[in-house]
């Protein structure tokens, strides 16, 4: 049984405050590494999809970065605004490519 | 271009019944993928369809079953309902599969089995 771990659990954060998370995944056979933003009453929205150890990608405010090496993956989000409260969700891709395993997400919850 | 379509929504079976959800991917869209998820779990794999053939399939018992049409659009039918299958049932669609990119979600259809 793969382990797709995310810390924090849950995260309160001020508008304005940067934030970070961590998703962890087994360091072997590592295929591609997705995030994802899931609003409430909406449905979860592809933020980057990760495939080389020390790729950074970035969408305006919010960036990521993999270490396949070590199994790990952190996502930034820089001046957090009230409509960045959602649920982010990483989800791992294994060698074989068969399945994403998804890790039971950060909630983030930005108040003025 | 429309997005991911899952009918219905809301649902509500007693134990025992079965119960049959629907996906109509984005178009051009060839792979469906199903996720259950249920409160503290994160989505649980059930099984993904790429041209009509089940090509991937997640531990779960054989209540659950899905198939694809020609169209890409995909079911996935639960019989004997028990309490515990009460969850969100969220679809995805790709291009090609998990392996290529970004899936594209559904909102869901929500599940309560009494």
Known sequence: ILNVEQSPQSLHVQEGDSTNFTCSFPSSNFYALHWYRWETAKSPEALFVMTLNGDEKKKGRISATLNTKEGYSYLYIKGSQPEDSATYLCAFLGGTASKLTFGTGTRLQVTL | ?114
């Not at chain 2, 060839?30 to 009509?52: A, N």
């Open chain 2, 1 to 114: 271009k429309a997005g991911v379509t899952q009918t219905p929504r809301y649902l509500i079976k007693t134990r025992g019944q079965q119960v049959t959800l629907s996906c109509s991917p984005i178009s051009g869209h060839r792979s469906v993928s199903w996720y259950q998820q249920t409160p503290g779990q994160g989505l649980q794999f059930l099984f993904e369809y790429f041209s009509e053939t089940q090509r991937n399939k997640g531990n779960f018992p054989g209540r659950f079953s899905g198939r694809q049409f020609s169209n890409s659009r995909s079911e996935m039918n639960v019989s004997t309902l028990e309490l515990g299958d009460s969850a969100l049932y969220l679809c995805a669609s790709s291009l090609e599969g998990q392996s290529t990119g970004e899936l594209f979600f559904g909102e869901g259809s929500r599940l309560t089995v009494l």
